[in-house]
Nanobody, 117 residues
Framework: QVQLVESGGGLVQPGGSLRLSCAAS????????MYWVRQAPGKGLEWVSG????????YYADSVKGRFTISRDNAKNTLFLQMNSLKREDTALYYC??????????WGQGTQVTVSS
C-alpha cells in the first residue's frame, strides 16, 4: 500500500535550517508530482512547495520563496524540503503528499517544525 513517512522536523531557532525528508513506498514514486503541505496551529492548510516527476518544475508559496528548496531522489523514492532562514511563522505540521490527477490522494502522518528561541 502507499506509504509516505516524513522525518527531519524539530525545534530550531529563528534563522536556522532544517531538512525534511519523505520516504515513499508502495507506488512508482518517479511517476508522480509530490508536494509539501503545512498546517500551522489554528490555521488551514498551506501548499508550501511542489515538484514534478523529473524534478525540473517547481512550485513555491510566496511565503517560502527564496528560503525553501524542494528536491527529490527518484532512485531512493525520497522527497526533500530544505528550509533555510526559518521564521516563527514557519511553525507548523509539515505533510508530504502525492498529487494524482491534480488532487492530493495520499498524505503522510506529518512532521512537526517549531521555530522558537
Amino acid at each position: 500500500q502507499v506509504q509516505l513517512v516524513e522525518s527531519g522536523g524539530g525545534l530550531v531557532q529563528p534563522g536556522g535550517s532544517l531538512r525534511l525528508s519523505c520516504a515513499a513506498s508502495g507506488f512508482t514514486f518517479s511517476s508522480y508530482w509530490m508536494y509539501w503541505v503545512r498546517q500551522a496551529p489554528g490555521k488551514g492548510l498551506e501548499w508550501v512547495s511542489g515538484l514534478n516527476t523529473g524534478g525540473g518544475s517547481t512550485y513555491y508559496a510566496d511565503s517560502v520563496k527564496g528560503r525553501f528548496t524542494i528536491s527529490r531522489d527518484n532512485a531512493k523514492n525520497t522527497l526533500f524540503l530544505q528550509m533555510n532562514s526559518l521564521k516563527r511563522e514557519d511553525t507548523a505540521l509539515y505533510y508530504c503528499a502525492r498529487l494524482n490527477s491534480w488532487q492530493i490522494d495520499y498524505w503522510g502522518q506529518g512532521t512537526q517544525v517549531t521555530v522558537s528561541s
